[in-house]
């Protein structure tokens, strides 16, 4: 296996735990300020390629989807939010659980019904098509390159946004001690609509990054959903930090594994079985990574212990 | 208002006269709607074991649903093709006896149940519900990716395997055999309930700290919860499977694990005949609703709503006016 | 002098920088009251954690009965003899009175591993329990939902499930919290019978109670203790005066 592969690989994988990053940063920010577990933040994310798809298709103008994926997200976000997750705060797990499982039901059908259920594509743009040659000789697709340098951003502006601002200090305030900050004068109500439409954002251009490499279809945010819970568990839940360690170790885990695990049981099995195991096992690989951080630390990486 | 005992016998009594009744006008779907009903009911009977009692939100419940199914169709396939199943080095023949099938998948779901149970109950709360869905998904991926027992595609089973003593080919012969098996388990259940161990992992969901100074481990009494819960949820996929004749990867689906915590909560967390209400609803609605329209799931999601924020003791809690365990 | 039941030895606990107990030494002696007392905040409760097994000391030992149970679990410390009860009620709520005395029976017994028989079946278990609402003046209300008991009969509840457990020694967290003063008193008569059973660690902010029951008093400033001795002893002791007595007045 030459060492271009290898490299084109762990580019594959930066690529998708970046994307995987968007999606947990909101969550688990959502978890750590809120206290709430969002199952429907995969329809965030849903709504966010479809929004882009559709004006994408429209228009003819990729920035102008983008925009749109992030507005028709956050919207979104904003109004279930005030709507029904309010209502959740105080009320326990399950609550939490079955009611966002009965929007991801309203979400996923409705979208099957407004726009039906063949998938729908969203072309990358003509400016950021094709490949480059990365120094040492890799081809890589430019497209790629670019949803990793735009993910690496967004964190950067998160990082910003929690450390460095006045919302931020808000935001962290909000998780340590929501009586202080309401005593401060901060309208705690706006703050949570505020955080959760921001995380839906996030989402929802995540879905339309992500969509222009992949179909757009009803269904496609649970899986990136369930993967960003993984995430969570493994950095900790409420901390962006291990949201991000945590998204780039699935990412790599996941692309890597796909890759090398039939490599290595080739070394000792007949080519077709090892092909068979290798992906069978590289199929469970992220889950045993979570499994091995949750015998070592229980509560994640960087989350409190419990 | 009812009270609950009359309230679950005349359930029971429902279940019975709804295919006996399909017998006579001779309407064989209405007879596998209400087997169907059954066995979704049996699964939900094993998860509210996890869950109305240990408190245990488990969200990949359908992980022991799939593997109960696997374990019937992989059994039966090997029957079918009259090779038998090596598995590290041992050689298993294929089976098509119904109590073999069962008994190994109870053994296998709870196997799997307990190495669940051992990592996901070092967490609780949030981490709990993350972990338990994760193993869903990982498991739904595995069954995709194996493709000696038909990988993405599904495994279809010919014909339906046998039982002593009855023809289970006869959809009534097959649904009394179900609804003997739920019977058998709601028995069980009512019998945990009242149990010292049942005292115990109910305190141990409202007050573990409690149940530690006493002397108890509540970890402990979770995982078995949990290892019980799998086991029964896990015989209800191996006869979900022979219904259908066929297992697929969607047995795992992170929606069936969503779906059997909804119907225990349209019945009632925590009580008896909670998830047997709320299957044989879920599966009227499905069949309702499903025929008017494609989108029926909309409809289900609103209803949810529903019941989330302003009915929380399900239906077993309207009609008998009490409130049921808080999970 | 016979050897304590129950004692610490050095027991040091932080938090980041604060430091919540440090060196903390105390006994509990056979037939004895031993009250803990200080402000808010003086590091009672996370004692009674340590003591308890809810929190593992960063250093210092605790011996029960003469054997090392620092690094031993909350559930095998209470098989070891010792009966805890809680500040606030930890009581199983939509369970009836008896049920939850039943469960405290049943950790004596070790056996919560059956399925199928009734919880009321075991004569033992069931007599044990009883006797234990019976001697708390709770009978009556056995088969009452805990939720609709008042707060007084929570308390009282709360001890019962302790004795079902007939340790060796009682670590009580405030068991007068809460209580109006006629219940204060009966719960003080009723502890006061019960050191002749097993000695009681007591922390309590009743200085009513403490000075009506305690046989030795342990001053907690700060996480260290400041005095030990009789009753008389700490009233007129000048660190405590200053200490506690000075920041109460």
Same mark, same amino acid.
């Given at each position: ?13 930066l690529q998708?735990g ?92 409705g ?115 369930i ?74 990486l ?5 | ?13 429902? $279940?019975? =006269?709804?295919?006996?009744?399909a @017998? &006579? +006008? ?6 596998? *709607?209400? %087997?169907?009903? #059954? ?20 969200l ?30 041992l ?11 069962? $008994?190994t =998948?109870?053994?296998?779901?709870? @196997? &799997? +149940? ?6 996901? *109950?070092? %967490?609780?709360? #949030? ?49 009394g ?5 739920l ?15 049942? @005292? &115990? ?12 100074t #006493? ?15 799998g ?29 059997l ?67 | ?23 903390v ?5 056979h ?13 009672k ?43 606030v ?5 939509e ?56 707060h007084?009969q ?20 405030e ?7 006629s ?8 502890l ?45 002791d ?12």
């Amino acid at each position: 296996m030459s060492s271009l592969l290898i490299a084109e690989q762990v580019l594959n994988g930066l690529q998708s735990g970046i994307m995987l990053f968007l999606m947990a940063a909101g969550l688990t920010l959502i978890f750590g300020v809120m206290g709430l577990i969002n199952l429907a933040h995969g329809s965030l994310y849903m709504i966010g390629a479809f929004a882009a798809a559709a004006v994408a298709g429209a228009t003819g103008s990729f920035l102008l989807a983008l925009v749109a994926a992030l507005i028709a997200a956050a919207c979104a976000g904003a109004i279930v939010e005030m709507v029904v997750i309010r209502r959740l705060y105080h009320a326990p797990h399950l609550d939490q659980v079955l009611a966002t499982f009965a929007l991801i039901l309203i979400f996923s059908e409705g979208t099957r019904w407004v726009f039906g259920s063949f998938p729908l594509f969203l072309d990358i743009p003509e400016a950021l098509s094709g490949p480059v040659t990365l120094p040492g000789g890799i081809q890589y697709p430019l497209y790629r390159l670019a949803l990793i340098g735009a993910g690496l951003a967004v964190a950067a502006g998160l990082w910003f946004l929690t450390a460095r601002t006045r919302i931020g200090i808000q935001i962290r305030a909000g998780e340590n001690d929501r009586e202080m900050i309401a005593a401060l004068g901060v309208d705690i109500s706006k703050l949570y609509t505020l955080v959760f439409a921001l995380g839906a954002g996030l989402a929802g251009l995540a879905g339309a990054l992500v969509g222009a490499i992949q179909s757009v279809q009803v269904g496609m945010g649970e899986p990136v959903l369930i993967l960003a819970f993984v995430v969570i568990v493994i950095g900790g839940i409420g901390s962006i930090k291990g949201a991000f360690i945590g998204a780039l170790l699935v990412g790599l885990t996941d692309t890597l594994g796909g890759i090398f695990l039939p490599e290595l049981f080739k070394l000792f099995m007949a080519p077709d079985a090892a092909t068979q195991t290798g992906s069978a096992l590289a199929s469970m690989a992220i889950y045993i990574l979570m499994s091995l951080v949750l015998i070592w630390r229980p509560s994640g990486l960087f989350g409190v212990r419990l | 208002m009812i009270g609950e005992r009359y309230l679950n016998l005349l359930v029971l009594a429902a $279940l019975m =006269a709804v295919p006996l009744w399909a @017998l &006579a +006008a001779d309407e064989p779907f209405t007879i596998t *709607l209400a %087997t169907r009903a #059954v066995i979704l009911a049996l699964a939900a009977v094993g998860l509210n074991i996890a869950l109305g009692m240990g408190g245990l939100v488990s969200l990949g419940h359908a992980v022991f649903f799939g593997l109960g199914g696997y374990a019937m169709g992989i059994l039966a396939s090997h029957a079918q093709s009259y090779t038998p199943l090596e598995l590290f080095g041992l050689t298993i023949e294929g089976t098509k006896s119904m109590p073999v099938i069962w $008994l190994t =998948a109870i053994i296998i779901s709870a @196997l &799997a +149940a307990w190495g669940i149970g051992l990592l996901s *109950l070092r %967490t609780s709360g #949030v981490y709990f519900i993350m972990i338990t869905l994760a193993f869903g998904q990982m498991f739904y991926y595995f069954a995709i990716s194996w493709s000696a027992y038909g990988g993405e595609d599904g495994l279809s089973i010919y014909v339906r395997n046998g039982f002593p003593g009855l023809n289970t080919l006869v959809p009534i012969e097959y649904f009394g055999l179900c609804f003997a098996v739920l019977c058998l388990a709601l028995l069980l259940n009512a019998r945990l309930q009242g149990s010292p161990f049942g @005292l &115990a992992l109910n305190a141990a969901r409202q007050v573990p700290a409690r149940v530690e100074t #006493v002397g108890l481990d509540p970890m402990r009494l979770k995982l078995l919860a949990f290892v019980l819960s799998g086991a029964i949820t896990g015989l209800a996929g191996a006869l979900f499977a022979d219904l259908n004749r066929f297992v697929s990867p969607t047995m795992f689906s992170w929606q069936l694990s969503g779906e059997l915590i909804v119907l225990i909560v349209i019945g009632g967390v925590g009580r008896l005949m909670g998830p047997v209400i709320g299957a044989c609803l879920f599966v009227t609605l499905e069949h309702w609703l499903g025929g008017i329209t494609e989108f029926w799931h909309v409809f289900l999601g609103a209803i949810l709503l529903l019941i989330v924020l302003f009915a929380r003791g399900g239906i077993v809690g309207l009609l008998t006016g009490k409130e049921g365990p808080h999970v | 002098m016979s050897n304590p039941i129950l004692a610490t030895h050095g027991l040091c606990k932080s938090f980041g920088a604060l430091k919540a107990t440090e060196d903390v030494s105390i006994d509990l002696r056979h037939g004895e009251i031993h009250a803990i007392i200080g402000p808010n905040g003086a590091g009672k409760s996370t004692l009674i954690q340590q003591i308890s097994g809810a929190l593992r000391p960063d250093a210092g030992t605790i011996e029960l009965l003469g054997h090392d149970v620092t690094r031993l679990t909350t559930q095998a410390r209470a098989r070891a003899g010792l009966g805890r009860t809680f500040q606030v009620s930890a009581l199983a709520m939509e369970d009836t009175v008896l049920e939850n005395v039943l469960l405290g029976a049943l950790g004596a017994s070790g056996r919560p591993w059956r399925f199928w028989r009734s919880v009321h079946a075991d004569k033992t278990q069931k007599e044990t329990a009883l006797a234990a609402l019976e001697r708390v003046g709770l009978a009556d209300a056995k088969d009452q939902r805990t939720a609709d008991l008042s707060h007084g009969q929570r308390r009282q509840l709360e001890v019962a499930v302790a004795l079902t457990l007939t340790p060796r020694a009682f670590l009580m967290d405030e068991p007068m919290a809460g209580l109006g003063a006629s219940g204060s008193k009966q719960m003080t008569g009723f502890l006061d019978g019960l050191r002749d059973e097993a000695p009681i660690l007591l922390v309590e902010h009743d200085m009513d109670a403490v000075f009506a029951l305690a046989d030795r008093i342990s001053v907690l400033v700060y996480g260290r203790i400041i005095a030990t001795g009789s009753v008389d002893d700490i009233r007129n002791d000048a660190a405590v005066r200053a200490a506690y007595l000075g920041e109460d007045a």
